[in-house]
């Protein structure tokens, strides 16, 4: 099949840092047993990049997406935002990273029932310090039209959609995605996946969609494979796929 292409990720020009990480290990500990969930990563998001983090259940990709974001901290290593080590911070720095700068979509949409669409955006817009407005961020991921539809009165689809909406109506630096389309069937994955796309490539966030699912991949400007707790390969994508030409 041939596949439409956006422009590719241009790394010379745009290999500024935004998060990474060096010798990251993440040992939890399961009664006498010490169970490796990272073992030695060491990682890089790039400014106004798109990721793919690949792998199996049990890789640490979720694992290493929580200390990226600020929602764990590892046994050993260090974390960086820029040129500041998260690794030292404490839980009151974290969490104001978090505000500020993190934005999360989850497989599970975790919108409150009892608040419309726009409650729920609204929910986030009123702690950050420079936000969209609610209906500017749903309208952006195509929900202009729902402000006032409770979760209940929405498809699958378009509650993920309210909940990335939430995720980047306070301006993000980062927007992580862990397994964005996981309780979606495959149309309505693609839907989900291009309003990602749209906001990596409008607003120019730094984004790492992880996902168990290769085809995925295809719509990255780099792509990162873990198994084992460990980084497995690394490759750049010449042409982001567009969304809708993927099957799966």
């Given at each position: 099949?041939?596949?439409?292409?956006?422009?590719?990720?241009?790394?010379?020009?745009?290999?500024?840092?935004?998060?990474?990480?060096?010798?990251?290990?993440?040992?939890?500990?399961?009664?006498?047993?010490?169970?490796?969930?990272?073992?030695?990563?060491?990682?890089?998001?790039?400014?106004?990049?798109?990721?793919?983090?690949?792998?199996?259940?049990?890789?640490?990709?979720?694992?290493?997406l929580?200390?990226?974001?600020?929602?764990?901290?590892?046994?050993?290593?260090?974390?960086?935002?820029?040129?500041?080590?998260?690794?030292?911070?404490?839980?009151?720095?974290?969490?104001?990273?978090?505000?500020?700068?993190?934005?999360?979509?989850?497989?599970?949409?975790?919108?409150?029932?009892?608040?419309?669409?726009?409650?729920?955006?609204?929910?986030?817009?009123?702690?950050?310090?420079?936000?969209?407005?609610?209906?500017?961020?749903?309208?952006?991921?195509?929900?202009?039209?729902?402000?006032?539809?409770?979760?209940?009165?929405?498809?699958?689809g378009?509650?993920?959609?309210?909940?990335?909406?939430?995720?980047?109506?306070?301006?993000?630096?980062?927007?992580?995605?862990?397994?964005?389309?996981?309780?979606?069937?495959?149309?309505?994955?693609?839907?989900?996946?291009?309003?990602?796309?749209?906001?990596?490539?409008?607003?120019?966030?730094?984004?790492?969609?992880?996902?168990?699912?290769?085809?995925?991949?295809?719509?990255?400007?780099?792509?990162v494979?873990?198994?084992d707790?460990?980084?497995?390969?690394?490759?750049?994508?010449?042409?982001?796929?567009?969304?809708?030409?993927l099957?799966?």
């Amino acid at each position: 099949m041939d596949i439409q292409r956006t422009q590719p990720f241009d790394f010379e020009r745009r290999a500024e840092r935004v998060l990474g990480c060096e010798a990251l290990r993440k040992i939890y500990r399961m009664g006498e047993v010490d169970v490796r969930a990272l073992d030695g990563v060491d990682f890089t998001l790039y400014a106004g990049e798109l990721l793919v983090l690949l792998g199996v259940s049990g890789s640490g990709k979720s694992t290493l997406l929580n200390i990226l974001g600020g929602l764990d901290v590892p046994t050993s290593g260090r974390v960086f935002f820029h040129d500041q080590e998260l690794s030292e911070a404490d839980e009151d720095e974290l969490t104001l990273y978090r505000r500020r700068y993190v934005g999360f979509v989850f497989q599970f949409y975790n919108l409150i029932p009892s608040l419309t669409a726009r409650e729920n955006v609204a929910l986030v817009t009123e702690i950050a310090d420079d936000p969209l407005e609610p209906e500017d961020a749903l309208a952006l991921v195509g929900l202009g039209d729902r402000l006032d539809h409770f979760p209940a009165q929405l498809s699958g689809g378009e509650q993920q959609r309210v909940a990335i909406a939430r995720a980047i109506a306070k301006r993000p630096a980062i927007l992580l995605c862990d397994e964005p389309t996981g309780a979606l069937d495959s149309k309505t994955g693609i839907l989900v996946l291009e309003v990602i796309e749209r906001i990596n490539r409008e607003l120019g966030t730094a984004t790492a969609v992880i996902t168990h699912n290769a085809p995925i991949a295809e719509i990255a400007d780099r792509v990162v494979t873990l198994a084992d707790g460990r980084l497995h390969s690394e490759r750049r994508v010449g042409r982001r796929a567009k969304p809708s030409e993927l099957t799966w």
